[in-house]
């Protein structure tokens, strides 16, 4: 291993490593969560307003949005196309069929509960397989294949063993994948 010369180049390569580190992403994971949260905030406002007549809720929205546009950039600082759109509009569906599945768990409905956690989870891992680069054009996403997520306690500038998300080691198609990359990548869990 060559010896690193300087403060920059040791954070360089930190910073490289973090990216092919589960624990990089989980912070943008509890992101996404408070985004799913502000994008349902702009719906209740807009509901609210109309339920009640009271413009003042309309008059919210705006800021709302704001935030949630600022911290969609950290998770979403460059894309073609209508990625930013595709994946707000990814994060609000996850978001509500969790919903419908609580109320459905609620009421006694276990199989359509957990159909419906399953669906939103699928779309959760469709935001992340597109915007990490597995899902469209290439699949330079990547992580640490010999560490689980959970058993990840700091960056590992040393290892090699990295694996693509095309290469995944399970059957089933791209969702089955892009669910696997996500259960081993993307865990809040980790501190």
Not at 107 to 116: C, E, T
């Amino acid at each position: 291993m060559e010896k690193i010369k300087n403060v920059r180049e040791f954070v360089e390569k930190l910073d490289a490593a973090k990216k092919v580190n589960p624990k990089d992403l989980s912070s943008d994971q509890d992101l996404t969560i408070g985004i799913m949260n502000l994008i349902s905030i702009e719906e209740h406002l807009m509901f609210s307003g109309a339920k009640t007549g009271k413009h003042d809720f309309y008059d919210l929205i705006d800021e709302v949005r704001e935030q949630r546009k600022q911290m969609m950039q950290k998770i979403i600082p460059s894309y073609e196309g209508e990625v930013w759109c595709i994946s707000k509009h990814l994060l609000a569906a996850a978001m509500r069929l969790f919903e419908v599945g609580t109320k459905a768990l609620a009421a006694g409905d276990k199989d359509g509960a957990y159909d419906l956690f399953d669906r939103s989870y699928g779309l959760y891992c469709i935001f992340w397989g597109l915007n990490m680069g597995g899902l469209v054009g290439g699949a330079d996403v990547k992580w640490i294949k010999t560490k689980p997520a959970k058993q990840v306690s700091k960056v590992d500038t040393k290892s090699t063993d990295i694996v693509e998300i095309n290469e995944l080691p399970q059957a089933g198609g791209k969702m089955s994948k892009l669910k696997n990359w996500v259960k081993n990548a993307v865990n809040c869990c980790i501190e």
